[in-house]
Structures are given as C-alpha cells and as structure tokens.
C-alpha cells in the first residue's frame, strides 16, 4: 500500500485514535493508525492484489481440508485505540476467533497469521518491515509474511520470545509451508501469476 499522508508523531491533541478513523471519508483509501499515526494509503495495483487473492485461495484451500482457521483480506484489526491496522491478509484459527471477532466485525487480538504485501517505495517498506513487524510481534502475532511481488520472495519471520525473526527468504522456485498449517503448501511462483504446469 502506498502512503499519500502520514501525520506526525506528536504527544500533543493531533495523536489518532480509532475513533478518528470513523470520522474519514468513505474514499477508496485505506486508512491506518500505528501508535497514534494516521497512514493513509492509495489502492494497491493489480501485482499487489493478485498475490494477495492467490495467498487467500490456498489459505482457503487448505482450510477447506482441515477446518481448522479462517483466511480473509484487509479485515480491521483493532489492537488499540491507537493501534487499528488493516493487515493484507490474515489466518486465524477457529479458537481464537471465538474471542478475537467482536460484534462490531472487527478483530481485536492478533491472528495468528499476518501476510503484508510490499507496494513500491521506502516509506512503505519500512513501514512493513519494521513499524508494522514491532506492532505485531508486541501484539502476539505468531508468524508474519512479508511478499515482495517486484523481486518475486517471501520473507518469513517466526515468533521467537517477544519478536518476530525472519528464519528464511523464499522465492520463486521455492514453497511456502508453515508449522502454524501442517500440511499446507503454496507454490511460490504462484503468488506472482505464474502458471505452473
């Protein structure tokens, strides 16, 4: 996602909380707060988009085989009242989705999967790699996924104590598999519209 504004981080009255995210326009944009920070993001392009529908459909898949969890994009994930992200893609499991979907529809405890798709420019790199990484390791996500559609990889970072450590870069020629999701498997090269035969 690409930012167009980020409003200061100031201790001061500016500081966002999610009830500020109620009062934005309904614009097509998507609007985040990180530690009282507005981000404001323009609508991801095609690449982006699609390896995010690819990661939900075998995610989907393999839920289908196991019952065990549920994926689903940009859901809003409310840590806070000044941490309310939208992350692109997420897996919970049932478990914890009993407790962590409350009846506005948001989630408001960590799923146990969060898959962010990089979109071109250092702000929004740094933005996933370390703001968005720091929040959900503080929040307890378990692994995080970071696709990067222009070099064709995932980096895949596994909880180790309070942090988030990447334990591996895969690309193209590789597949992803998790200890979260035993048994489930996604070609690499897919994510990036590559037809394997």
Avoid at 101 to 107: N, R
Wanted: include cysteine; charge should be negative.
């Amino acid at each position: 996602m690409e930012p167009v504004y980020n409003q200061p981080d100031t201790a001061d009255s500016s500081r966002m909380t999610s009830a500020d995210l109620d009062l934005l326009p309904d614009d097509g944009k998507r609007y985040e707060i990180i530690n009282g920070e507005l981000h404001v993001s323009k609508q991801p392009n095609w690449h982006h988009q699609l390896a995010c529908s690819r990661l939900i459909a075998f995610l989907e898949a393999w839920n289908f085989q196991t019952g065990a969890g549920v994926a689903t994009g940009a859901p809003g994930l409310i840590f806070a009242d000044d941490d309310d992200v939208a992350p692109d893609v997420i897996w919970i499991s049932n478990e914890r989705l009993a407790t962590a979907l409350h009846e506005d529809g948001k989630l408001h405890a960590a799923p146990e999967l969060v898959i962010e798709v990089l979109s071109p420019g250092l702000r929004n790199e740094q933005r996933d790699r370390q703001t968005k990484r720091k929040l959900y390791a503080l929040r307890g996500v378990q692994e995080y996924w970071i696709v990067d559609w222009r070099l064709r990889q995932v980096e895949v970072y596994r909880r180790e104590q309070a942090t988030l450590k990447q334990t591996s870069t895969l690309f193209a020629e590789d597949a992803l598999t998790s200890p979260l999701l035993p048994s489930f498997t996604c070609p690499v090269a897919v994510l990036f519209g590559e037809v394997l035969k």
